[in-house]
């Protein structure tokens, strides 16, 4: 009885498993139809005029111009001198 029940188990398992891989995915379910109704050479114009219309620089890659400066370098050091001393700009230990 216990190789009756084994087998009747076996089959059972493997007709589970030829159920889980019926369907292969080969993406055909996915496929979706299109119908154009614009004709080749609408499109051909449209893809012509791309060119034209396309930037060649990447999105983002220009760096904003400086700002110009009327101060001076040496006057700027001589102000954080300046604060620094006054204790305006925290320094050491004491900055965290």
Wanted: aromatic share 4%; charged share 25%; glycine share 6%.
């Amino acid at each position: 009885m216990n190789a009756k029940f084994l087998l009747a188990t076996l089959a059972i398992a493997a007709a589970a498993t030829g159920a889980a891989r019926a369907d292969e995915a080969d993406a055909s379910q996915f496929a979706l139809k299109f119908e154009g109704n614009r004709t080749r050479a609408e499109v051909m114009a449209e893809a012509a005029t791309v060119p034209a219309t396309r930037s060649l620089e990447p999105a983002g890659s220009r760096v904003a111009a400086l700002p110009k400066s009327t101060l001076d370098v040496k006057a700027v050091r001589d102000e954080a001198v300046q604060a620094l001393r006054l204790g305006k700009i925290p320094s050491g230990e004491s900055s965290f």
